[in-house]
């Protein structure tokens, strides 16, 4: 079945900067990769998918990349801001097959 | 619409004891999971649902049961419980897993289960 694998685990930046995790999956079947953000307490909230037809997709200051032949894509927040401070989870799924999540990212932003 | 609603929030059980977690949603989607996560290990799949009637294991079944009776309602049913399922259980709902319509997994929020 697809394996997830996310990094870092932990990211510290500071306030303004950009931050950047990549999740890699084994699954060359996999065609849907969303990015989820949950912050301490509350439930995981899509932020950003990406289908595997599309390379690239922005969001105001997010953007997800696809690499289909290395298997791996990226989550890029730009102008980092307290209020991103929250643990952000990749996934991916074939279509047919329920969401696989890697082991999610602790990203804290230092005012 | 209330979206993907889990009862209770909260739940202490001593080991040996069942019980089962309620999740109803109201978005009419078909497809329906139940998570754990625990920390450092993400979002686990327990089993899921793609259709009333129709459920299947997911990573980590051993010590869960699961039925869906209705397109609304997906329980998750705990045998005996035991330390190793302290957790906190997510239950989310989509119209699909990546393709064709929607591909958004709405997620409840959250049953926090301690077992002693």
């Known amino acids: 079945g697809e394996n997830v694998e996310q990094h870092p685990s932990t990211l510290s930046v500071q306030e303004g900067d950009s931050a950047v995790i990549k999740c890699t999956y084994s699954?060359?079947?996999?065609?849907?990769f969303p990015w989820y953000k949950q912050e301490l307490g509350k439930r995981p909230q899509l932020i950003i998918d990406?289908?595997?037809?599309?390379g690239e997709k922005k969001d105001q200051r997010i953007a997800v990349t696809l690499n289909k032949t290395a298997k791996h894509f990226s989550l890029h927040i730009t102008e980092t801001q307290p209020e991103d401070s929250a643990v952000y989870f990749c996934?991916?799924?074939?279509?047919?097959?329920?969401?696989?999540f890697g082991k999610g990212t602790r990203l804290s932003v230092i005012a | 619409n209330a979206g993907v609603t889990q009862t209770p929030k909260f739940q202490v059980l001593k080991t040996g004891q069942s019980m089962t977690l309620q999740c109803a949603q109201d978005?009419?989607?078909?497809?329906m999971s139940w998570y754990r996560q625990d920390p450092g290990m993400g979002l686990r799949l327990i089993h899921y649902?793609?259709?009333?009637?129709?459920?299947d294991q997911g990573e980590v079944p051993n010590g869960y049961n699961v039925s869906r009776s209705t397109t609304e309602d997906f329980p998750l049913r705990l045998l005996s419980a035991a330390p190793s399922q302290t957790s906190v259980y997510f239950c989310?709902?989509?119209?699909?897993f990546g393709t064709g319509g929607s591909y958004e997994q709405y997620f409840g929020p959250g049953t926090r289960l301690t077992v002693t």
């Open positions: 699954d060359s079947a996999s065609n849907y």
């Open positions: 978005m009419n989607h078909e497809y």
């Open positions: 990406i289908r595997s037809n599309v």
């Open positions: 996934a991916a799924s074939t279509g047919n097959t329920p969401l696989v």
């Open positions: 649902s793609v259709g009333a009637g129709i459920t």
């Open positions: 989310a709902s989509s119209y699909g």
